[in-house]
C-alpha cells in the first residue's frame, strides 16, 4: 500500500532551520505531484509548499515564501522542505501529500495520500 512517512521534526528555537523528508513508498513516485501542509492545533490544514512531478515547477505559500523550499529527489522517492529562519508561529504539524492531479493544487482535497506527519516547534 501507499506510504508516505514524514521525519526531521523537532523542538528548535527560533532562528533555527529544519529540514523535513517524506519517504515514498508502494506508488509510482514521478507520477504524483507532491506537497507540505502544516496544522497548527485548532486550525485548518494549510498549504504550504508544492512540486510538480518532475521537480521543475514548485510554488510556496506567501505566508512562508523566501524561508521555505520545497524539492524532490525522484531516484530515491523523496520530497524536502527546508525551513530556515523558523518563527514561532511556525509551530505545527507538517504533513506531506501525494496528488495525481496535473494542475497545481493547494486544496487539501486535491491530494490522494498523506503521511502521518511530523512535529515542528519553535520557541521564542
Known amino acids: 500500500q501507499v506510504q508516505l512517512v514524514e521525519s526531521g521534526g523537532g523542538l528548535v528555537q527560533a532562528g533555527a532551520s529544519l529540514r523535513l523528508s517524506c519517504a515514498a513508498s508502494?506508488?509510482?513516485?514521478?507520477?504524483?505531484?507532491m506537497g507540505w501542509f502544516r496544522q497548527a492545533p485548532g486550525t485548518e490544514r494549510a498549504f504550504v509548499a508544492y512540486i510538480s512531478r518532475s521537480g521543475g515547477s514548485t510554488y510556496v505559500a506567501d505566508s512562508v515564501k523566501g524561508r521555505f523550499t520545497i524539492s524532490r529527489d525522484n531516484a530515491k522517492n523523496t520530497v524536502s522542505l527546508q525551513i530556515d529562519d523558523l518563527k514561532p508561529e511556525d509551530t505545527a504539524i507538517y504533513y506531506c501529500?501525494?496528488?495525481?492531479?496535473?494542475?497545481?493544487?493547494?486544496?487539501?482535497?486535491?491530494?490522494?495520500?498523506w503521511g502521518q506527519g511530523t512535529q515542528v516547534t519553535v520557541s521564542s
Open positions: 501529500a501525494a496528488s495525481s492531479i496535473i494542475q497545481r493544487t493547494t486544496s487539501p482535497r486535491g491530494y490522494d495520500h
Open positions: 508502494g506508488l509510482m513516485f514521478s507520477g504524483y505531484a
